[in-house]
């Protein structure tokens, strides 16, 4: 059995993503709260955990759909926007791949 592990720099890249998500979250829902009153500060943690599951969930769909419908530039772009916001390593290397798809795809040999 092999033991495959990621480089440090790898790791990192994803938590700080992550750090760096959760803290905009974070951080929108107590302006909301702050400037607006304890409601909207319901409402920002709302908007928060609709945009995770949207990142998580809904993008990743959506950029599929595209791509099944033969619009690879729309679909190249959102595969893009999931390979710059994901806090995993796998669906990096799966949106990478996914773009790599829509060139192939496009015509875009090299």
């Known amino acids: 059995m092999h033991d495959i592990r990621y480089a440090v720099r790898v790791a990192v890249r994803h938590i700080g993503r992550l750090v ?18 304890r409601p909207w500060m319901l409402f920002g943690v709302g908007l928060a955990i609709a945009g995770t599951l949207w990142l998580v969930l809904g993008l990743p769909r959506v950029a599929h759909s595209a791509f099944e419908r033969a619009r690879y530039a729309s679909a190249a772009r959102r595969y893009r ?30």
């Open 20 to 37: 760096v998500w959760g803290l905009g979250c974070g951080t929108a829902a107590l302006l909301l709260g702050a400037v607006l009153g």
């Open 81 to 110: 926007l999931i390979a710059a916001t994901t806090w995993s390593p796998a669906r990096e290397r799966a949106a990478v791949l996914s773009r790599a798809g829509c060139d192939l795809a496009a015509g875009r040999l090299a």
